[in-house]
């Protein structure tokens, strides 16, 4: 008996599979790409004080942020205690620029992986997600200094607009992580000699498959450069402090004060206004009470940072920062010249003065002219 007729071509069983998810053309560059997730790589045993600098690796697609997930590991016995800024002061400065050597992120790890998450709208949205030690990635700190955070580096501020392409090996962004020593980290330093695993991933949108579309307004970014106000603020002073020059369309202002010893405390004083200015005009004119219950509405019910403020011009849609739901239809448009300012007439008591106020602001730069509306309904 021959079988030869039960028997496929070489070539029919060599086929790939069919895409079966492919949409049909037309619409918006989120109908036709997937959103997928991807390794970057796992840096192990980084001594505090140290620094990463590995390379990112392509994916065949945009990049719409950096998961990171840092673990300490190493110390021992009972009595590590942990500073204030602690854990998430992990890192002394974290820079991610774009192919081109432009900063997207640069400032400190507990403005990147604590304030840009509860603020920016990013990652985690304001049912309490915005707050790192709510993920269950997190694992808090034990009596021999060990714990884990989890955040993100967002590019995408709404769906599918400001991500970077990643398809390109030889035009890739750049991520550094400089590691706080332990001094900085620990109040009582752990036993042990503890180390730091990193572990990077990317969120990204597949290029998608069969028809030619890209994201809205590539090359669109948004950058959070951390910068100092002038001038500093003494101790029940009346100061109108300057931001450096912006430009482009503000989306979040985070206001993060110090002191002279670096200890973050409130320099807001309850019982007189607080105004920020845009040219000399009072844009907001407001108690202070008055923006701390702005900040419960438009971020959820997630505690106030002691020392840190923060104005969204996230909310077209609601009261609320609603994350990558945002039209843009309320950024605040800004160019070189233009000049912020805050004041307060007088500042609060600072125990240890002068003190420094730094501006942590998210700065859209489009590519062409800003994108605003819900294009893909």
């Given at each position: ?141 034990t009596s021999a200094g060990n714990f884990t955070i989890d955040y993100a580096l967002p ?39 503890p180390v730091v695993q990193t572990t990077v991933d990317s969120d990204f949108f597949w ?171």
């Amino acid at each position: 008996m021959s079988y030869n007729n039960q028997m496929g071509s070489a070539q029919e069983a060599g086929r790939p599979q069919p895409q079966t998810s492919v949409e049909s053309a037309g619409g918006p560059f989120i109908r036709h790409s997937q959103r997928g997730r991807a390794p970057q790589y796992v840096v192990s045993g980084t001594s505090l004080g140290g620094i990463i600098t590995q390379p990112l690796v392509a994916r065949p697609g945009y990049f719409a942020n950096f998961r990171v997930t840092q673990a300490v590991s190493g110390g021992t016995g009972t009595s590590a205690v942990l500073n204030a800024d602690a854990p998430t002061n992990l890192n002394s400065l974290i820079t991610l620029k774009d192919a081109f050597g432009t900063p997207l992120i640069v400032a400190d790890g507990f403005t990147v992986s604590n304030l840009i998450g509860i603020y920016a709208g990013g990652y985690g949205i304001n049912n309490g997600t915005n707050l790192y030690s709510n993920l269950p990635g997190y694992s808090a700190a034990t009596s021999a200094g060990n714990f884990t955070i989890d955040y993100a580096l967002p590019l995408e501020f709404a769906r599918g607009y400001g991500v970077l392409s990643g398809a390109n090996a030889s035009l890739l962004p750049t991520l550094q992580f400089n590691i706080n020593s332990s001094s900085a980290i620990y109040g009582t330093a752990p036993g042990g000699t503890p180390v730091v695993q990193t572990t990077v991933d990317s969120d990204f949108f597949w290029l998608p498959e069969g028809v030619a579309v890209e994201p809205p307004g590539l090359g669109t970014t948004r950058q959070f450069i951390q910068q100092q106000l002038n001038p500093l603020i003494s101790s029940n002073a009346s100061a109108r402090l300057q931001f450096p020059r912006l430009g482009g369309y503000l989306d979040t202002i985070i206001l993060t004060f110090r002191d002279s010893t670096n200890a973050r405390v409130d320099p807001y004083n309850t019982a007189s206004r607080f105004q920020l200015y845009v040219d000399g005009v009072p844009l907001i004119d407001s108690t202070v009470n008055e923006i701390y219950d702005d900040m419960w509405i438009a971020f959820g019910a997630v505690a106030r940072p002691t020392g840190v403020l923060s104005f969204s011009r996230k909310t077209s849609l609601n009261q609320q920062s609603l994350g990558l739901l945002d039209t843009g239809e309320v950024y605040l448009s800004t160019n070189p010249g233009t000049l912020l300012e805050i004041n307060q007439s007088p500042w609060a008591t600072i125990t240890n003065s002068p003190g420094t106020m730094t501006a942590t602001v998210g700065q859209i730069v489009p590519t062409g002219a800003i994108i605003q509306g819900l294009p893909e309904v």
